[in-house]
């Protein structure tokens, strides 16, 4: 029953639809138990550290005027666990792509844990997340120096075989497109961006922040024309693919995304507002595709 | 699931209800299970108990205590709401023998007027004790229903204005009921007062910031005896050996 008119082809990965539940917004996949997942292109999985991790303390969550800010922490069981129970669990109920979601706090973590996932026959994209704002000292610094970002590229690229290796940028830089540049030429097969934007909200009963670590990642609705306008630089500047990623709440949005410059398009918030936000974006692509005069997905990408 | 208020008001100072019906709604909550509620101009729902459902209907017992329940308060009966119904593990009643006591502060009331309701149909025997500021606080209309559902009230205020003087654990002192089995559902110190005055095993309902209260996020996470637990999804109902005090 696939609709071919959806399916694109990801960094040699076929997918049947370019729709991706975003990082850190469906679990490990199988937390997701009111639709079957295999209407799903692919699904990004929670970011994964080497070592397990409980994250930060509560508050982790606070409210803006159009998303969220988040500052979970990288909760996660560690590379391990995740390869030898979260993966093969979530395969054997699901035939798409199954994208793991590396974090790191050094060089070393970052070529330890893709090593390993390069390994697991049932990961089909690895994800280099540079860009988490959480935790103090880590993932920030890889994502907002081109020299930084392109040393993981180059390290993880030595040790992962026979998948591609995309990494997900920050957009708390000066100037993306730089970095994404210098991912590509150490050897990035893709990019997924963009990543949550730092923020901060503070309690005017307490007087003080209201997440626990005082600052944390915002997405959501409100950050879509910054997602929007970054695909589009980047993906105009570089010849490798990229996953669209940032605020994306309906089709009109994949389309708008795919229209910038995305081959696929990651959907993160709006699954925690509606559950059943991936389900319905794609059930409605064929009749929004149909109202916009789109054949095929696929003639869209980047014409913007 | 879309809902319509059907009725929305006052129960006491700064304490509402509402019910919501759709026809789609079967009643199938348990006590402790929550409705988490899309209003209208916000983006991350927001987290009720369910005190009370049936066929077609629920019930919420809520505080205005920012901007989001102050706009809950003002809805008028005929509002379309969009509520993911029945969510978390509720109490398990099961782990009462004879007789079990709920322990309530504030909104805190709310899951414990469907469990106390559960119980005395299983024919357990159920004491709720409430704990309120002052008397102006009770909301009297939904303690005469938890009395008619068979449970015997008691009540402490902090101003001694109804019942006993101080919290809920000087009105357990003061009417010394027996019970095998202990619920609680309010304020962390008063739930944490209450695993300290009694000895006998108990539930208690936790409370967190929540974004997707579904179980795929890990923003309500907390560290338990047993490890990480989401609050939205392995809770709210934890049992009190569970619980990192
Ligand atoms: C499982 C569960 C059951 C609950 N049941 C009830 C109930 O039956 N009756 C009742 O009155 N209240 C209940 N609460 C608390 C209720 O969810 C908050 O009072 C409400 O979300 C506040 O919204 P607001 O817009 O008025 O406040 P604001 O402070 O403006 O809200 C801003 C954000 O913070 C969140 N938030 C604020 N306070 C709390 C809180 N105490 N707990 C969780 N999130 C919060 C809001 O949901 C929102 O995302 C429950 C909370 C949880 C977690
Ligand atoms: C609760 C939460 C947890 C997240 N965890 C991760 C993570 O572990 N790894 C990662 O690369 N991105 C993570 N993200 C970022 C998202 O994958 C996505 O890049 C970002 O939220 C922007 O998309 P959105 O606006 O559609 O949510 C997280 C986002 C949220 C809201
Ligand atoms: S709120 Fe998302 S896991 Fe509990």
Known sequence: MVNERLSVTLAGVKMDNPVVPASGTFGFGLEMDRYDLNVLGGISLKGTTLEPRYGNPLPRIAETPSGLLNCVGLQNPGIDAFLATKVPAL?????????ANISGFSLEEYVKCCERASACGDIDIIEVNVSCPNVHGGGMAFGTSAKAAAEVTSAVKKVVKGKPVFIKLSPNVTD????????EDAGADGLTLINTLLGMRISLATRKPLLSNRTGGLSGRGIFPVAVRMVWQVAHACSIPVMGCGGVASAQDVIEMMM???????????????PLACKEIIESLPEEMDRLGIGSLTDIIGVA | MIFTVTSN??????TFRMVLSSPEYHGSARGGQFAYILLPGYYLRRPFAISDCGEGWLEIIYCTVGNGTRELSGMAPG??????ADLGHGFDIRAT???????????GIAPLKLLARELAAAGKKVTAIFGFNRAVDIPEAIMDEIRSSGAEVLIATMDGSAGTKGFVTDALREHGCSFDYWYSCGPLPMMKAVCKAVDCGGQVSMEAR????????????IMTAKGARRVCKDGPVFDREDIIW
């Open chain 1, 91 to 99: 395969r054997k109920v699901y035939g798409g792509a199954i994208i």
């Open chain 1, 176 to 183: 993306i497109v730089e970095i994404a540049k210098a991912c």
């Open chain 1, 260 to 274: 910038a410059g995305a081959t696929a398009v990651q959907v993160g918030s709006e699954n925690l507002r509606n």
């Open chain 2, 9 to 14: 008001g006052q129960a006491a100072s700064g």
């Open chain 2, 79 to 84: 509002t379309r709401l969009d509520v993911l």
């Open chain 2, 97 to 107: 023998k004879d007789a079990a006591v709920l322990f309530g502060g504030g909104a």
């Open chain 2, 210 to 221: 929540m974004g997707c209260g579904t179980g795929i996020c890990y923003g309500c996470s």
